[in-house]
């Protein structure tokens, strides 16, 4: 269910911040030993991108990028993407951002999961 929620606010935020282009998702399972998986998954898009600037603080709590508000109409909470980053990190995992201004934006994360045999 929390996987679920992680994968629901990225795609979110990818298609509100995208007035024209794609949003991709993309998963696929690495690192297959024993009964340890890694899943990794990416959210890209071709949106309005983040300033590098605003790139170290996309996580925190009530963290808003005020131009990405202004060109879309969107308001938020700022709370998506913090939320996101400790349910990742909460399961051990690892999430992340690359972005270019004017060319879209990359959200990844990695969760590492055990395989149950049945």
């Known amino acids: ?5 992680v994968i629901m606010n990225l795609i979110g935020n990818a298609i509100k911040f995208t007035v024209k ?6 998963a696929y399972i690495e690192n297959k030993t024993g009964d340890n998986i890694l899943l990794k998954v990416t959210v890209a898009d071709t949106g309005l991108g983040i300033d590098k ?3 170290p603080h996309i996580f925190e709590e009530f963290s808003q990028i005020a131009n990405a508000q202004k060109a879309t109409r969107h308001k938020g909470t700022g709370l998506g993407l913090a939320i996101c980053k400790k349910i990742i990190e909460l399961q051990g995992g690892h999430i992340s951002v690359n ?4 060319q879209g934006s990359t959200f990844s994360f ?3 999961l055990r395989h149950h045999n049945t």
């Open 110 to 112: 990695d969760l590492p």
């Open 53 to 55: 600037n605003d790139l």
């Open 1 to 5: 269910m929390r996987l679920k929620q």
């Open 21 to 26: 282009g794609s949003v991709t998702l993309s």
């Open 99 to 102: 972005s270019i201004p004017g």
